[in-house]
Structure formats: C-alpha cells, structure tokens
C-alpha cells in the first residue's frame, strides 16, 4: 500500500489551524471570515493535489479528479463550534486531501475530497451535507438563520461571496461511496488504550420539549398544601427520568436534560409554567421506542398530579448503519497498521456521514480524542494517532478502489 | 364610634385604580409617569382631609397633623407590581386617609398618613419605609438600579421630578405607633369564610444562591458513567429538598424554587454548571434555623456526588412579630363588627409594616383576597369586606388613640 507522508500531513492541519487560531483550538465559525479564508485555502491545496476545486452556493468545497471510472468521495467539515478544537472537522478534510495525493498517482486520482459546510449546524443541521444529497430550497435559505446571532443565512452568503452560485448536488452513480474520518469526541479509544474505532453506525438522537402547566403564585402567602408549582413538577418529572432511564436505557444509551426554564424565574414567586429541553441516542431503533414509551408513562404518571405536563417531540432521526463492506475494509486496513488496537463503535454524535449513508455506501472512521474532551479548545489527538489514522484511511480507500 | 363613609371610601379606591388602569387591575411602576399621577393625587387628597402633605425626596407621601399630642401612622404603598391589582397597597393607603378624616374631627387630626415608595421592590427592598425608618444614602441610591430595566434609581427620581429633595426620617417619640391594612395575598380567609386576619407577625425569609459546578462536555459522545452533569445533580438535590422539607417545615412553612439555570442550557451539551434560587419563610426563627440545618445536610449529601455544591445564604431576614397590645385592640374591634368572623395569622409576605416595628409599636389587618389571588391584575376583595376593614381599623385606632 502507498504511504501517507506524516510530515505533510501534520503540517497542512497546523497551517489550517492558524486560521483563527484561538488559545490551542481554533474559533472559525461557519461563513465568518477566518471560515471562508479556510474554504479559499484549502480548495487552493485541492488544485495543488490535482483536483478540480469548487466552492459551491452554500460553501461546500468540493474537489474532482477528471479520471475516468468509479471514486470514493473523502470529506467532513472546515467550520468549528465557538471556540473550539484545532481536529473537529479539519482531520477529516486534511486526511481527504492526503490519502487524494496519495493514491492519486496511484489510481488516476479516483479520490475526490469534500468540505461540507456548517455541520458544526451554525445555522441548523447539515447544511452543507443535506444541500449535496437531498437538495435545499430558496425557501429554506430565506428562513433560517444564525443561531447565535440571529443573523439571516441569506445574509451571511452575500457576505461571504457566495450569493448567485449554484449549489452542488450529489450524482450517487459517480461514486463506489463516502468515507469519513473523524475524532471520536467521546473517551472510549482514549481510556482504553486503543488507536482506531470502526464506526458500525451513528446513532439516533430522539428529542423532545416537556412544557409543565402550572399556577403562578406569591411564594409567601400561597401555602404548600395548595400549590401548583410548575417548578417542583419539572423537577418530580427529571428525577423520575433520571432514576427510570438506567433501567430502560442500554449499554451505549445516552440521556441529556440540557436546558430548564422556570417561569416567570424570580425567587419569591411560585413558578406557573416550566419547560425541559430532553433527548436520548442509540443506535438500535428498538431501543430508541422503548425509551420513548418509558418518557411517556412518566409524563403519565406526573399528569396524575397538581400540573399538566404537555411532551411535544422535537425531533427522531433514524440511527445509520455503516456499510458493512466498508466496515469490514476499515478493520483490515486498522488490523494491518496497528494491530488489535481497534475496535467497532456506534457515534454518539452525528456527522455528515449520516447524510451520505442516505445514498451511498458510507463509513467512518475514528482516532481518539485526549481524555474524550471535544467542542472546547483544548480538545487534542496524539500526533501518532493522527497520522495512523490516515494511513488507515488511505489503505482502506485503496481496498475498496481496488475491489472489495 | 365613628362611621366610615363607606361609599367615600370606594370611589377612592376607583379613582385611584384609574391611574394606569391595566384589564380589572392596574400597572403603575414605582416613579413611572402613572406612579407620580398617583402621588400627587394622593397628595391632594391628605390636604383635602386637612393634613400637611409633602412628597419627599425618596417619593413617600406623607400627610402630617398640626394637632398636638401623640399620634398614630397608617399607611401602606402606591405603586403596583407589573400589571397587577387595584387593591395591593392602595387599599391601606386609603383607608388611612378615611380614617384620618374621621378621626381627624373627632380626635383633633391625631391620625397621619403614609404612601411608603416602592414597597414592591422595582429597585430594592422596602425602599421608601427604609428611607423613613431606618435612613438610605446617596451611595445606595447611586448604585441602585431598576430589576426590571436596569435604569438608575437617581435617574428614574431625577425623571419624577424628585431630585434634590430631602428625605423625610421618622420620629418615633412623635408616634403611638403604626397600623397598617393590607390584602391578604393568600387564600386562608376566603378558604375558611373568615373576612379579616389580625397579623402576628411578619415572616422572616431566608434565601439562598445554590450554584453547582461539573463538567461540561458533548451529549452523544459522553457515556453516562463518566459523566458530571451539573444539571442532575440539580435536579436531585432539588428532589431531596422538596422530599425533606415537610417534615422539617413547620404548618405555616412556604420554600421555593424560584429559579433554575444550567449552563450553557443547549440540548446536546451535558450542563457544566447550574443554579437555584432556593428561599423559605417561616414566623419562628428556631423553624428557620431547623430549615437551613436541612438545607445544609441535604447539600453536603449532594456533595458526596460528581459534582461540587456551594450553598450561599444571600438574606436571612428576621420575623418581626406585632404589638400585642394593637393585636388585642384590632381583634376587639373586629369582634365587635364582624362576632367570630376574624383569625389571628402570621403574614408570609413583607409588609412596610415590617420596618416600622423596628422602631415602633406596629400591626397589621388583613381583608380576604377572593381565591388568594395576588400579583395579577384578577386580584380582587369584597366591598362589604373593604367596608368592613375600614371600620375596624378606624376602630382600633381611635381604640388605641383613646389609650388601650
């Protein structure tokens, strides 16, 4: 098999990480000036590798290769969460350009390379990605906006030169399928001691908003006994979530409360209206229902009492299998680099390989993350891990090029 | 003795409800434009009645008798809580004038008259009847600012017109001491039937920052058994408190949580950090201590936990307990007007009256609010009740003028 070169590597993902560089992370968010900087140099690095490089009318940088015959489509994501990590996103795209020098000479440049834009989901989820396979309307682009901000994606493409370009769409029939490499985010390979995970599937995140309906009251003059305290409703409920989900949950399952609001919020008022930001992952289907089924009987159960619980879903997305051949193409190519230090993994995070597993094989894979730290800037992987990950990669590319 | 004018008395309470008139209540802010109609107009009704009215430099209307002797001060407060009743606080402001016009022929104008600023607390506690009892100072009205807007309580004075007045303070020889009528905000009258309360006492309120730190990190790559999620510490420690508090609470104990934030508060982020407003009242201050030792076991069990909680006592306000003697002189007078109809009970909300028992003798009247509703423009009292509330407190005052 062809070997990456290291120092080239390493060197490309420190240059990108000067590009806002922000204590030891990088803060690029998605269309800001240090992003499209990033965008504009590395689709300068796809011409340097041979590719022909677009950036598209959502900010997608995509190289192409010319050769004839089927490709593999490499990729992750160029834009940071505020202020985060110097790997999340870049590793995936540097390794995409590498393992295209790589085994361009080689296979007539049958790698092309993606940067899909905004999957850290500054103005929603995937945008990029979702642009490329399942199309985005004018519509959608007039109506969303900045998270953060609240400023107008519309907006933020004029400014960011991209207004009036075509937006790229995927031709499923050009390509045997999509990989992507990633850092782990969690600390599973980290605590374990091993170098490289085989991602069986992402995982399906299941969340929902719980609206307590209360009465709102004088916290001194209204006596315990008659009380219809919002708060102490929410509070019953997540306990009762908390105490549940242990029980109904898998070994992989995970179950968040991230936001609570108490209303109207002062320290002498009884609260009349409370509401709770819930989700759960997993990435058996199955699993996903019956903890769906436990959040309703507790919802259920907590209606019995002095407060109306109203439990709206927000969102259920299917968990993705990766392809099995891919899967099986990783673990050999991780077998021969580093041998019985890998192992298969759902993510718990989504990533734009989920999109792309929609109409091509996909797969993923992993590098561990230093004490699982992600989406803060001292997130960081060991250099031999890094490149380890890209030879992989690279070797596995070239067995699924090659036939598998 | 002498007769209220009951309809008198009505029609003032409507006129008065007129000045920001907001559905069936009203929203009069302390020093907005509504707030200083109010004053004035007040203000002209104690020279109508014969005393010498004066706005002073903190906004408290006060009207003085030029007849010699001691005397007796009733009042209560003016402005509203934010789109409110038309009887909180007004309801004790114009009883004192009625009574004072009363009175006033009968008894040579031995009654005076207090509106007490902002009572409710737009820029702090207690302000106006803390400026007249106890002294503020400039540097306290500099660095005093709106909750609800963040404005400058010596803007929002400059804007009333107030700037550069003095502040009147109280002379305790001057004073029999000082009543003061007031709604009673809870249920426990219109419940029982009863049509008036005899205060024992003004509940002391203990409050209370409880912050909580852990570790912030990613919802989906996270495992569940590493994770330090400041929010389910939260919420356990919440749980425990609402599960202990019944019995270390005594009959007449009230706690709430007012107020919940985890931070950063997205749906897939596991909370690095949180907070409650946690307070309890309570009439007996060993109940207040018994409920704090509570608190703090229940904190340091939590503390036992992944994450590390800091309680911060932010006031412990001590219960101020009425003249007996002006108990037993509003519990005749209200035996004599309404046989068997009247209940002693403690306030579990702050009164004015609260900081005139520092330095005088002091009690208070409560009248039934229909369904204990309070701080909502539905707030709402009986006019017979309303009558018969004048009554007895011009009863117990001429009582207690009369020597009791």
Redesign the interface.
Known sequence: MPAIDAARLLQDLRDLARIGAYKTGVHRPTYSAEDMTARHWFSTRLTEAGLAAEIDGIGNVIGRSAAPGPKLLLGSHLETQPHAGWLDGALGVIYGLEVARVLGPTLGHAIEVGAWADEEGHFGNFLGSRSFVRGIDAAEIARTVNRHDGGKLADALAGAGLAGRPRARLDPARYRGYLEAHI?????LDTSGLRLGVVTSI?G?W?YMIRIEGV?????????A?RR?A??AL??L??AI?ARF?QV?GP???????????EP???????GGAEM?F?F?DADPARLAAMEQALEALVAGENAGPCTVTLTNLSRSTPKLMDAAFQDALERAAERNAPGMHIRMP????HDAQLFAEALPAAMLFVPSIG?I???YAENTRDADIVLGCQVLADAAAAILGGI
């Open positions: 782990e985010q969690g600390d599973e995982v995140i969340q709102q009251n004088h916290a001194g003059t209204t006596r315990m008659i305290d708060g102490v509070v019953r997540a306990g908390e242990p949950g992989r399952s995970v179950w968040t409360t991230g936001r609570i609001l108490l919020g002062a320290p002498s008022i009884v609260p930001l989700q992952r993510s718990g995070a989504g699982g992600s989406h803060h």
